[in-house]
């Protein structure tokens, strides 16, 4: 009660991502998206709230980008302002789900530990070596 169910959410949001993807052919137009998405996630939202964040955000992308006013916001915001919200936001959802692990007792057992341990290091090297997708591949090996 009270929280907004994954499954359909994450559905969603993968697909406008691919849509506003192919439409633009840049990932600008997703980070409001995954803003509002993270801020969801890390200080919890009422459904309400989460649905009227996105629709009032993806009808402001979607006009920027019919009027093709994307261009000149994209030149007005300095990357490294993308940058660092990408990372505090990023920060902000490892910090929140850090918090589970000792509540669920996920870290507590030498098996999480040296889990936590793999992943990491496979996660660095996949990121300082090659431009595969880390995340993905440390997903599907942890689905396997």
């Not at 509002?36 to 009032?56: E, L, Y």
């Not at 994209?74 to 505090?88: D, E, R, S």
């Not at 918090?99 to 090297?125: P, R, S």
Request: hydrophobic residues 55%.
């Amino acid at each position: 009660e009270g929280s907004i169910r994954l499954g359909p959410a994450m559905l969603w949001m993968g697909i406008f991502n691919i849509v506003s993807a192919v439409q633009w052919d840049i990932p600008m137009p997703v980070q409001p998206m995954k803003s509002i998405a993270a801020v969801a996630i890390s200080d919890g939202m009422d459904p309400g709230s989460f649905a009227a964040a996105g629709i009032i955000t993806g009808s402001i992308v979607w006009l920027l980008g019919v009027s093709r006013l994307i261009d000149f916001v994209n030149l007005l915001i300095p990357k490294c302002v993308i940058a660092g919200m990408q990372v505090g936001l990023g920060v902000r959802m490892a910090a929140k789900g850090c918090a589970y692990w000792h509540v669920n007792g996920w870290i507590d057992a030498l098996d999480g530990k040296l889990t936590c341990l793999l992943c990491f290091l496979g996660a660095t090297g996949l990121l300082l070596r090659t431009k595969l997708p880390t995340a993905l591949i440390i997903f599907l090996v942890g689905a396997v």
